[in-house]
């Protein structure tokens, strides 16, 4: 009797699709968001390296995206994944000083390389801009706080407190969408500065707490 040497191979296919479409089902549904624009330190390495990620002049040219891709890959590749469950608000008692960039330690630690202390690459910002926060979930937002730190801090230097920062703005409620636009007026604040950025998503208590390295323009 002749074999039927085609069957074996459609299996194989068909299950290399099933996983890869449960992969990619899996991915749609752990999305979430992070500030992309200043873009907050993982995303912005996953921005700049994430095509080129294994290259060993990051070392030299982008150190602090090189420690954090050392130290862990996923905390680039799940850059819109740094969240708490459960704060009720209280951020400042749930996220402790020196662990405000990665969340207080959020997803079991995989996030703990953005609180190293350093060189982070910066964007330039005027001293009034538009925050851009991206919501690939459409989570929605109970509110967005921008912090940004006092002058006389250096984020090159210091772990960040939350003695160290000043609230600038406190925005209300935004409607499911892909991306929230957040004006920010940093006041007189010029050269190098750390934005945290709390969103506090409205489809249940998550909430992100997101830095992003800036210089502010006179």
């Given at each position: 009797?002749a074999?039927?040497?085609?069957?074996p191979?459609?299996?194989?296919?068909?299950?290399?699709?099933?996983?890869?479409?449960?992969?990619?089902?899996?991915?749609?549904?752990?999305a979430?968001?992070?500030?992309?624009?200043?873009?907050?330190?993982?995303?912005?390495?996953?921005?700049?390296?994430?095509?080129?990620?294994?290259?060993?002049?990051?070392a030299?040219?982008?150190?602090?995206?090189w420690?954090?891709?050392?130290?862990?890959?996923?905390?680039?590749?799940?850059?819109?994944?740094?969240?708490?469950?459960?704060?009720?608000g209280?951020?400042?008692?749930?996220?402790?000083?020196?662990?405000?960039?990665s969340?207080?330690?959020?997803?079991?630690?995989?996030?703990?390389?953005?609180?190293?202390?350093?060189?982070?690459?910066?964007?330039?910002?005027?001293?009034?801009?538009?925050?851009?926060?991206?919501?690939?979930?459409?989570?929605?937002?109970?509110?967005?706080?921008?912090?940004?730190?006092?002058?006389?801090?250096?984020?090159?230097?210091?772990?960040l407190?939350?003695?160290?920062?000043?609230?600038?703005?406190?925005?209300?409620?935004?409607?499911?969408?892909?991306?929230?636009?957040?004006?920010?007026?940093?006041?007189?604040?010029?050269?190098r500065?750390?934005?945290?950025?709390?969103?506090?998503?409205?489809?249940?208590?998550?909430?992100?707490?997101?830095?992003?390295?800036?210089?502010?323009?006179?």
């Amino acid at each position: 009797m002749a074999r039927n040497r085609s069957a074996p191979r459609a299996l194989l296919i068909l299950t290399a699709i099933t996983t890869l479409l449960a992969g990619l089902l899996t991915g749609i549904a752990t999305a979430h968001g992070s500030v992309t624009d200043p873009p907050t330190r993982n995303y912005g390495c996953w921005k700049r390296w994430g095509g080129d990620h294994l290259n060993p002049a990051m070392a030299t040219r982008d150190p602090m995206c090189w420690q954090a891709w050392q130290a862990n890959p996923t905390t680039m590749w799940n850059w819109n994944g740094l969240y708490r469950e459960h704060l009720n608000g209280n951020h400042r008692a749930n996220i402790p000083n020196g662990q405000l960039c990665s969340g207080g330690r959020a997803e079991n630690g995989r996030y703990n390389s953005l609180d190293a202390v350093g060189n982070w690459q910066p964007a330039t910002k005027p001293r009034r801009f538009t925050l851009t926060l991206t919501d690939e979930a459409k989570h929605g937002a109970d509110h967005i706080q921008v912090y940004a730190t006092k002058p006389g801090y250096n984020p090159v230097t210091q772990p960040l407190s939350w003695d160290h920062l000043e609230l600038l703005t406190h925005t209300g409620r935004y409607a499911p969408s892909s991306a929230y636009r957040v004006e920010v007026n940093a006041g007189n604040r010029t050269g190098r500065h750390l934005l945290c950025t709390i969103w506090q998503a409205s489809h249940m208590d998550q909430s992100y707490c997101l830095c992003s390295d800036v210089v502010f323009t006179a």
